[in-house]
Every structure is written in structure tokens, then in C-alpha cells.
């Protein structure tokens, strides 16, 4: 079965050219190319690159930085309208640190009857202890805010039904995996290590690495408000219970001079302010449940040009 790659590339000529060299070597010449150029200015990708290489593929031009995961949804998007079923799709970072040879243990886990999407669940990683550190914590309050566990990033293999479920979702503009959690397709994870950079460096800081986690937080924005409701509900009624504790002890006098307008006071001001955020989170529920649908064809409004490639 033929293999699309399909991936993000962003002022990265280097490292995606030497990226294309070694999926030539660990995946064969048959690997077929998709490389979103997401709107580079000084190193553009141009589909000499990949012909160089010894594949076959495309470069789609991108009229704009539309950013990393939309950058993906645009190229699953793409082999959703222009392949068949007889492909499978692999999407994975254009800089080396998702390796070749690792596609293959995707892929045969993908082989599986009982998958549709096997994602990469990292063994090790070659990062910072800054980085590390962010990454427990941002785990931690994902499944607290919305109950579910992710633990991969976006390099993963699909099945080619599953890559048009997704092409299918304004989910996946927002955040990729978080996407594949909530598509209710079968997923599998493989244990795989990360590799380092080929060139260059990382363009996302950590401003950026934030704002990616709350892109995942976004994607199950209905099963964080219920969460957060809960919690003020909660904190409300304990609030209404200590005011009728301290009414009690002013009434039994147990209360010192001022204690009790006090405690009230704050107790009340407690409960006003959980109660207007429940009710805020109640209207954005209602908002986000009648959002708006995906239009087919979305994606062609951000291309610019598609650029092919062949072997010569």
C-alpha cells in the first residue's frame, strides 16, 4: 500500500531537504510527498527539493502563515479530496525530529484490524528540562479540565476513512491531536523515541508551546465549561453554607464584634461572583454546541499554488 507523508514545513529548507533524503532511504521510493509550505519568506520550499530526493510528491504554497496544526489540517485535507482508500496517510514535523524509520512501526500497527489512527506516544525526547517540566503540567490539567489522557503530538499514521473523518472536523484547524482524541475513532499508540533536529532551530517558544496547549483545551471546550460549572456550583454551595454557619453563630452568639460582617460579606460576594461564572459558562456551552460547520473545500481558500514534483 502506498504511503503519503504529509507534513508542515515553515522557514525549514534545510532540514526538510534532508528530511526527504532520508524517507527515500527508509521508506522507499514510492513514498509520496505532501509538504504545506506554510507561507515561508526566506527559505521557501520549492519541488525540486523533493524531486531531488529521488520522490514524487507536492508542495502546497500557502498564501500566509496560517500556523503549525492548520498547516497539517490543509494537507490531510488535500489527500482526503485528491487519493483513494489505497493509501495510507503518515503526518509528522518536517524537521527530523520525528525519524523515517519509525514510520514502519506505525505502519505495522496500523495493519491491525482494530485501528484507525496510530499515534506516537514519546519514549524519550531530546529537550529542555523547561520544557519538560511544562509538559507534565500541561498533561496534568488536560485530563483534569477535560478528563481525557494525550500523550502524543502530531506525528502519527492513518488509514485513509479515518483521514477524511478528520478532514471532516473543524476540530482539527484547532488543535491535531486533541482532534484524533475526539473523533471516536480507534486509536492506538506506539512507543517511539524522538529524534534531534537535522538544522536549524525550534521556532516555537514557550508563549507558543502555552498557547498549543490551550488549542487542546479549546477542542473539548464543552467538557472543560461543564467541569469549570461544577467547580463553581460546588464552591457556591459551600459559600451559601458558611453564610448560614456565621448566621447561626451571631444568632447563638459565638460571634466576635465584626466577624460576622465580615465572614458574610465575603461569603456572599463568593457566591455572587460563582454564580455570574456559571451562568457565563452555561451561555458559552450554548454558544459552542450551535458553532458553526466546516464547509467542504475550506482549505483551497488559504492555497496559493500547488507545486509538483516528479522523478525524473
Not at 519568506?41 to 502546497?60: C, H, K, M, T, Y
Not at 473539548?220 to 467538557?223: V, Y
Not at 457566591?271 to 461564572?277: C, H, K, N, S, Y
Given at each position: 500500500m502506498?504511503?503519503?507523508?504529509?507534513?508542515?514545513?515553515?522557514?525549514?529548507?534545510?532540514?526538510?531537504s534532508?528530511?526527504?533524503?532520508?524517507?527515500?532511504?527508509?521508506?522507499?521510493?514510492?513514498t509520496?510527498?505532501?509538504?504545506v509550505?506554510?507561507?515561508s519568506?526566506?527559505?521557501?520550499?520549492?519541488?525540486?527539493?523533493?524531486?531531488?530526493?529521488?520522490?514524487?510528491?507536492?508542495?502546497?504554497k500557502?498564501?500566509?502563515?496560517?500556523?503549525?496544526?492548520?498547516a497539517i489540517?490543509?494537507?490531510?485535507s488535500?489527500?482526503?479530496e485528491?487519493?483513494?482508500?489505497?493509501?495510507?496517510?503518515v503526518?509528522?514535523?518536517?524537521?527530523?525530529?520525528?525519524?523515517?524509520?519509525?514510520i514502519?512501526?506505525?505502519l505495522d500497527r496500523?495493519?491491525?484490524?482494530d485501528?484507525d489512527?496510530?499515534v506516537a506516544?514519546?519514549?524519550?525526547?531530546?529537550?529542555?528540562l523547561?520544557?519538560?517540566?511544562f509538559?507534565?503540567v500541561?498533561?496534568?490539567l488536560?485530563?483534569?479540565?477535560?478528563g481525557?489522557k494525550?500523550?502524543?503530538?502530531?506525528f502519527?499514521?492513518?488509514?485513509m476513512?479515518?483521514?477524511?473523518r478528520?478532514?471532516a472536523?473543524?476540530?482539527?484547524?484547532?488543535?491535531v491531536?486533541?482532534?484524533?482524541?475526539?473523533?471516536k475513532?480507534?486509536?492506538q499508540?506506539?512507543?517511539?523515541?524522538r529524534?534531534?533536529?537535522?538544522?536549524?532551530?525550534s521556532?516555537?517558544?514557550f508563549?507558543?508551546?502555552?498557547?498549543?496547549?490551550f488549542?487542546?483545551?479549546?477542542v473539548?471546550?464543552?467538557?472543560v465549561?461543564?467541569?469549570?460549572?461544577?467547580?463553581?456550583?460546588?464552591?457556591a454551595?459551600?459559600?451559601?453554607?458558611?453564610g448560614?454557619?456565621?448566621m447561626l453563630l451571631?444568632?447563638?452568639?459565638?460571634a466576635?464584634?465584626?466577624?460576622?460582617?465580615?465572614?458574610?460579606?465575603?461569603?456572599v460576594?463568593?457566591?455572587?461572583?460563582?454564580?455570574?461564572?456559571t451562568?457565563?459558562i452555561?451561555?458559552?456551552?450554548?454558544m459552542?454546541?450551535?458553532?458553526?460547520?466546516?464547509?467542504?473545500?475550506t482549505?483551497?481558500?488559504?492555497?496559493?499554488e500547488?507545486?509538483?514534483a516528479?522523478?525524473g
Open positions: 502506498r504511503k503519503i507523508v504529509v507534513m508542515p514545513v515553515y522557514e525549514d529548507l534545510e532540514a526538510s534532508k528530511l526527504f533524503v532520508e524517507l527515500a532511504r527508509a521508506q522507499g521510493a514510492e509520496y510527498i505532501v509538504a509550505d506554510d507561507g519568506v526566506r527559505q521557501p520550499l520549492d519541488a525540486s527539493a523533493i524531486e531531488a530526493a529521488g520522490l514524487e510528491g507536492v508542495v502546497i500557502l498564501r500566509r502563515n496560517v500556523g503549525h496544526q492548520r489540517a490543509i494537507g490531510l488535500y489527500v482526503a485528491h487519493f483513494g482508500d489505497d493509501v495510507v496517510v503526518a509528522m514535523d518536517s524537521d527530523g525530529e520525528d525519524t523515517p524509520h519509525s514502519t512501526e506505525l496500523l495493519a491491525l484490524p485501528a489512527v496510530v506516544a514519546r519514549r524519550t525526547r531530546v529537550e529542555s523547561k520544557f519538560k517540566a509538559y507534565v500541561y498533561k496534568f488536560f485530563s483534569l479540565l477535560s481525557r494525550i500523550s502524543f503530538g502530531n502519527m499514521a492513518a488509514k476513512p479515518a483521514v477524511r478528520l478532514a472536523m473543524q476540530e482539527l484547524w484547532t488543535h491531536a486533541a482532534a484524533v482524541l475526539g473523533s475513532l480507534r486509536v499508540a506506539c512507543a517511539l523515541d529524534g534531534p533536529r537535522y538544522a536549524g532551530r521556532k516555537m517558544n508563549v507558543g508551546l502555552a498557547l498549543h496547549g488549542r487542546a483545551l479549546m473539548f471546550a464543552e467538557d465549561l461543564v467541569r469549570v460549572g461544577i467547580a463553581c456550583i460546588i464552591v454551595g459551600m459559600a451559601v453554607a458558611g448560614v454557619l456565621a451571631k444568632a447563638f452568639g459565638f466576635t464584634p465584626g466577624w460576622f460582617s465580615l465572614a458574610f460579606g465575603i461569603l460576594l463568593v457566591f455572587l461572583q460563582t454564580a455570574a461564572l451562568l457565563i452555561l451561555m458559552l456551552s450554548g459552542i454546541r450551535s458553532g458553526g460547520v466546516l464547509v467542504a473545500g482549505y483551497r481558500d488559504f492555497i496559493d500547488v507545486l509538483h516528479r522523478r
